[in-house]
C-alpha cells in the first residue's frame, strides 16, 4: 500500500511535469523566429527587394535608402533574425518602433515582418490600428489572441466606444489578453510609448492605453525609436520627376 510520503512524492512529481510540459509547449515555437545561416549579405539584398516591391505597389520607384536614420535598426533586425547574442534587443520579445509621420518606420517593419514570415512559413498579419478597432468589434477579440500581428499606426484609433450603455476599450483589451498569451507583436506608431502610457488629461480627456497596458506594451516588446523626419517629401519630389 502506498504510504502518505509516496502519494505527496507522486502528486508532486506530476505536477513538476506537468508544469514542465506547460513551460515546453510555451517554447517549442521560439527558434521559428529566427535563422542563424542567413547571412547578412542575403539579409540585407532581401529587405532591400521587399522594401522596394511595397514602395512601388505605393507608387514610389527608387531603391530603399539606408542612412544614418535607421541603419543601425536595420543592423539590430538582422542580428534579431539570425537570434544572435550581439542583439542589443530581447530576440523573444515583439518590436515596438515609435516615430515622427513618413519616417520610414511602418515600410521597415512592413518589409522585416515579411522576412519572418519567409523564415518562420508563419504570416505576421499587419493590421494598421485603426481597421483593428473595428475588426475586434465584428470577429471577437479572441479571434486575434494569439496569431502574430504587426499592428500599424498604434494610437490613431479611437481608444473608447460606447457599447449598450458601458464604455469598451477594445484594444486596450487586446493588448492584455495578448500579453498573457504570449503572443508576439510588433508595433509603430507616431507617438512615444510614454504618451500612450497616459490615460486621461486635466480635462477628463482618455489620451492613451494608460499605465498598465503601457507597462504590458513595454514587456511584450522592444521599444526603439526611429530618428528622423518624413521621407515622403523627397518620394513626392522623385514621382514628379
Not at 515596438?96 to 520610414?104: A, E, H, P, R, S
Not at 512592413?110 to 470577429?139: K, N, W, Y
Not at 499592428?151 to 466606444?161: A, H, N, V
Not at 480635462?203 to 497596458?213: M, T
Request: hydrophobic letters at 35%; one cysteine or more.
Amino acid at each position: 500500500m502506498e504510504t502518505t510520503n509516496e502519494y505527496i512524492d507522486r502528486m508532486v512529481n506530476n505536477a513538476i511535469e506537468n508544469q514542465r510540459s506547460i513551460y515546453r509547449e510555451a517554447t517549442g515555437e521560439l527558434n521559428i523566429w529566427h535563422c542563424p545561416s542567413l547571412s547578412k549579405d542575403n539579409y540585407w539584398n532581401l529587405l532591400s527587394a521587399t522594401a522596394q516591391a511595397f514602395m512601388a505597389q505605393r507608387g514610389v520607384y527608387h531603391p530603399y535608402v539606408v542612412d544614418e536614420y535607421n541603419r543601425d535598426i536595420i543592423y539590430q533586425m538582422w542580428l534579431y533574425i539570425i537570434g544572435s547574442k550581439e542583439c542589443k534587443w530581447n530576440i523573444h520579445k515583439g518590436i515596438y518602433i515609435g516615430g515622427k509621420v513618413g519616417c520610414g518606420k511602418t515600410l521597415l517593419m512592413q518589409s522585416f515582418c515579411e522576412i519572418l514570415h519567409f523564415i518562420s512559413g508563419r504570416t505576421v498579419e499587419m493590421i494598421p490600428a485603426t481597421l483593428l478597432f473595428q475588426r475586434i468589434i465584428d470577429d471577437g477579440i479572441n479571434s486575434l489572441a494569439t496569431r502574430p500581428l504587426f499592428i500599424d499606426e498604434l494610437g490613431r484609433e479611437q481608444l473608447e466606444m460606447n457599447a449598450f450603455g458601458n464604455k469598451m476599450r477594445p484594444i486596450a483589451d487586446l493588448m492584455a489578453l495578448r500579453y498573457n498569451n504570449g503572443a508576439r507583436t510588433f508595433f509603430t506608431s507616431n507617438f512615444k510609448i510614454e504618451t500612450l502610457s497616459k490615460g486621461r488629461n486635466d480635462r477628463g480627456e482618455l489620451v492613451g492605453y494608460g499605465k498598465y497596458i503601457g507597462e504590458r506594451i513595454q514587456e511584450m516588446t522592444n521599444i526603439v525609436q526611429m530618428p528622423g523626419e518624413s521621407r515622403r517629401e523627397k518620394w513626392e519630389e522623385d514621382k514628379a520627376q
